[in-house]
């Protein structure tokens, strides 16, 4: 839910950022240029992904205990937009 969702949303590479990169898939599809499912990530955090384009994804905290990873393909569109529903 859109309740569920904390601050901090942002567009990430996970190229370069190895803190918020994929390690260990613990239910889900890895194939090259895919990857969805539940990964624990670099910082060790658990993470539901839906990724792409490793170089541009959105990272989305939550309080459920998990955080988002989504490719899009206008990232900054869905940043807006999560900006905007947390105003309201």
Same mark, same amino acid.
């Given at each position: $839910?859109?309740?569920? /969702?904390? $601050?901090? @949303?942002? /567009?990430?590479?996970?190229?370069?950022?190895?803190?918020?990169?994929?390690?260990?898939?613990?239910?889900?599809?890895?194939? $090259?240029?895919?990857?969805?499912?539940?990964?624990?990530?670099?910082?060790?955090?658990? @993470?539901?992904?839906?990724?792409?384009?490793?170089?541009?994804?959105v990272? /989305? &905290?939550?309080?459920?205990?998990?955080?988002?990873?989504?490719? $899009?393909?206008? &990232?900054?569109?869905?940043?807006?937009?999560?900006? @905007?529903?947390?105003?309201t």
């Open positions: $839910p859109a309740s569920d /969702i904390l $601050p901090g @949303a942002r /567009i990430v590479d996970l190229l370069t950022n190895r803190q918020l990169a994929p390690r260990l898939r613990t239910n889900g599809v890895g194939l $090259p240029g895919y990857r969805a499912g539940w990964f624990r990530l670099g910082n060790g955090e658990k @993470a539901l992904l839906f990724v792409t384009d490793p170089s541009r994804v990272y /989305i &905290p939550t309080s459920a205990g998990y955080s988002l990873l989504l490719s $899009p393909d206008q &990232p900054e569109e869905l940043l807006e937009r999560l900006a @905007a529903r947390s105003a």
